[in-house]
């Protein structure tokens, strides 16, 4: 079930098998269900289950990130991971893009 599911919370998201929904900005939207319990006409239990999605980072290279937020929603593609070397120096607009989406998050595939 672990392998199948992702558990936040009070939700639980189905791991889609391949790609999710692409919403651009390397993040996949994922289908999943809420479940709560309460205490309903003052005495009877209930079981709420609502359908729910969030968003996901895509699991890929940290790289392969990178170039997914700065091509956004573009359709024509301007970052290529082959493209992006150690040397490699980004546009302060770019760094705008990117620091808020990176800071925070440990997630990376290396």
Not at 25 to 39: C, E, K, P
Not at 80 to 99: A, D, F, G, K, M
């Amino acid at each position: 079930l672990s392998k199948s599911f992702k558990a936040v919370r009070n939700s639980f998201y189905f791991i889609p098998q391949g790609a999710g929904v692409d919403v651009k900005y390397g993040i996949d939207l994922w289908r999943g269900f809420f479940i709560s319990a309460r205490v309903v006409d003052c005495f009877r239990p209930a079981i709420n289950i609502d359908v729910s999605h969030s968003c996901f980072y895509k699991r890929q290279s940290l790289i392969n990130l990178i170039c997914d937020i700065l091509n956004g929603d573009e359709c024509e593609v301007r970052f290529h991971p082959n493209q992006l070397r150690s040397n490699t120096e980004l546009q302060p607009e770019h760094l705008s893009l990117l620091i808020p989406e990176l800071k925070g998050n440990r997630h990376w595939n290396i």
